[in-house]
T-cell receptor, first 115, second 111 residues
Framework: NAGVTQTPKFQVLKTGQSMTLQCAQD?????MSWYRQDPGMGLRLIHY???????DQGEVPNGYNVSRSTTEDFPLRLLSAAPSQTSVYFC??????????????FGPGTRLTVT | AQSVTQLGSHVSVSEGALVLLRCNYS??????LFWYVQYPNQGLQLLLK??????LVKGINGFEAEFKKSETSFHLTKPSAHMSDAAEYFC?????????FGTGTSLTVIP
């Protein structure tokens, strides 16, 4: 199993550009999520999905879109990049069962810089 | 909403000394609690988790954590620090369809 994979590893964007961060998992997990990690702020949830066709907003959803057309893939779209979106982005997946007792598996991250 | 507080954003210990990283949670229902470790330039990996079985949970690399409901705490310990333990550690709680992470504690191990 490859686990959770993310592409690209690094990306530099100019303000106003758009792009998609890719995330895929091969563990047949229902639950997938996107976080951003900023110094001193831990991980903040952007969007999450509990299954194909179902997505919901997390703590910091503004400026980001997601969709979930398959169980395996959960891309994150930046519509119009801003310097405030400079961050490290992590995708994670887990089984989901009621009270979410299952641990999340994380991808290696995408380091995004917006100039 | 649930939340997690990690006391101390930076902790330094000598090699061979006790490691104690603190985590307190707020939850209106019995929580599921996790500790993750992040090595430089890597993603997070699970150290251990509490899911309402034994209150003392053993994890990988010699770490363990004790769930104390009366103190709403889930502190992470290791009896003897090793240089390879230097990393960022995150406490997390799950519930209400989401995971909530603390702000992290950076552990430095001094030779």
């Amino acid at each position: 199993n490859a686990g959770v994979t993310q592409t690209p590893k690094f990306q530099v964007l100019k303000t106003g550009q758009s792009m998609t961060l890719q995330c895929a998992q091969d563990m047949n997990h229902e639950y997938m999520s996107w976080y951003r990690q900023d110094p001193g702020m831990g991980l903040r949830l952007i969007h999450y999905s509990v299954g194909a066709g179902i997505t919901d907003q997390g703590e910091v959803p503004n400026g980001y879109n997601v969709s979930r057309s398959t169980t395996e893939d959960f891309p994150l779209r930046l519509l119009s990049a801003a310097p405030s979106q400079t961050s490290v982005y992590f995708c994670a997946s887990s089984y989901s069962g009621g009270l979410f007792s299952y641990e999340q598996y994380f991808g290696p991250g995408t380091r995004l810089t917006v100039t | 909403a649930q939340s997690v507080t990690q006391l101390g954003s930076h902790v330094s210990v000598s090699e061979g000394a006790l490691v104690l990283l603190r985590c307190n949670y707020s939850s209106s229902v019995p929580p599921y609690l996790f500790w993750y470790v992040q090595y430089p330039n890597q993603g997070l990996q699970l150290l251990l988790k509490y899911t309402s079985a034994a209150t003392l949970v053993k994890g990988i690399n010699g770490f363990e954590a004790e769930f104390k409901k009366s103190e709403t705490s889930f502190h992470l310990t290791k009896p003897s620090a090793h240089m390879s333990d230097a990393a960022e550690y995150f406490c997390a709680v799950s519930g209400e369809g989401q995971f909530y992470f603390g702000t992290g504690t950076s552990l430095t191990v001094i030779p």
